[in-house]
């Protein structure tokens, strides 16, 4: 659900990077904050537990210029990864406007995927969004990694509905804008289409 | 998409206003208004050292995470928490399952007296909140007359480095 305010003229919208546990969510938002300019970001915030593993939430504001006179902002979430957390991850989600599904490209981390995309569909069903009609892109990251699978077979299993997918190496910022552009993009294109 | 949440130029005039009043008849040290979903919509008081953008997103947090215990205990909501620290004490409350109320005060306040004033701001906010909600019902929250006109363009225009 975007924020549009006119009073202040600022259009305010949600992206969450969604994925199984260690596949990089939290550095992707940290390589965008490393490389913003000081004047277009505010602060990173990571709730994470002490071995820095993310406990409820990571959070970027960005602002990414003016559209027709209007300040677009993006705020930025990262969901916790690990399985138990489940009920963070459908609180996160709740007002979302767009998702990045950050896959971990690494064979042994196949069922991982999966189970976490099942549950992305599933939790956004439970607060009435539908991930097939919402702006959505598919990372498949740690692509330097030795043991990961073809980007064709990651692509069959992770996104059959074929929505804009990047390969990435987040620790290197491979892919990454690429990303957050085009899940910004098509939110932003979602708003031009009165959504 | 679930829709999106508009805010006019009116009913914000009149937030702000239900703010600066309730900042200064509380005593507070600072009032914030934000968007459940974690959007700044007011600020009064001593704001200047404040990261309000910060604390947006983590009181926004804190109430879901307080709504979502609530759900697991069956209760339906817990309205309001007080938060004490040293120096500066936090209010916050549910404004007609919409927004969230922070209060900030210190040792000129009390919590006696902010919760009494956050009642009667509470009770504005909840109305202006139902005539925004229901002036974008009316139509008056539609995008496309104001993002119809984006072009393609524009939004790349946006990403270019």
Not at chain 2, 129 to 145: R, S
Request: aromatic share 8%; charged share 25%.
């Amino acid at each position: 659900m975007s924020f549009i305010n006119y009073s202040s003229r600022e259009i305010n919208c949600k992206i969450v990077y969604y994925g199984p546990g260690l596949c990089g969510k939290t550095t992707n938002l940290q390589y965008i904050y490393n490389k913003t300019n000081p004047e277009a970001k505010g602060k990173m915030i990571s709730l994470a537990t002490e071995t820095e593993r993310t406990l409820f939430f990571d959070f970027l504001p960005l602002s990414l210029g003016e559209i027709r006179g209007f300040k677009t902002r993006f705020h930025l979430y990262t969901v916790p990864g690990q399985v138990f957390y489940d009920a963070s991850r459908k609180l996160i989600l709740k007002g979302v406007d767009g998702v990045c599904f950050v896959a971990d490209s690494q064979i042994a981390r196949t069922e991982a995927n999966i189970e976490s995309l099942e549950n992305l569909r599933t939790n956004l069903e439970e607060q009435g969004y539908n991930l097939d009609k919402l702006p959505y892109v598919v990372q498949y990251n740690k692509r330097d990694l030795p043991d990961v699978a073809p980007v064709a077979e990651l692509r069959e299993l992770l996104n059959p509905t074929k929505v804009p997918d990047y390969e990435a190496v987040a620790t290197t910022g491979v892919g990454v804008f690429d990303t957050l552009k085009a899940v910004a993009k098509l939110v932003l294109t979602e708003l031009k289409r009165g959504g | 998409m679930n829709g999106n949440f508009v805010m006019f130029e009116e009913e914000q005039r009149q937030i702000q206003s239900t703010c600066d009043r309730l900042a200064k008849d509380a005593n507070a040290l600072a009032v914030l208004v934000i968007d459940k979903n974690g959007q700044e919509i007011a600020r009064s008081g001593q704001t200047e050292h404040l990261d309000v953008t910060s604390l947006s997103s983590l009181f926004a947090g804190n109430v879901a995470a307080t709504g979502g215990i609530a759900k697991l205990l069956a209760e339906k909501e817990f309205a309001g928490q007080f938060h004490e620290g040293e120096k500066t004490n936090v209010h916050i409350s549910l404004v007609a399952q919409r927004a969230i109320l922070v209060v900030l005060f210190d040792g000129h306040s009390s919590l006696g007296l902010v919760r009494l004033r956050v009642r009667k701001a509470s009770d504005e906010l909840g109305r202006i909140f139902e005539a925004v909600i229901t002036k974008m019902n009316k139509g008056g929250g539609g995008t496309p007359g104001l993002f119809g006109e984006i072009t393609d363009d524009d939004i790349d225009n946006l990403f270019n480095e």
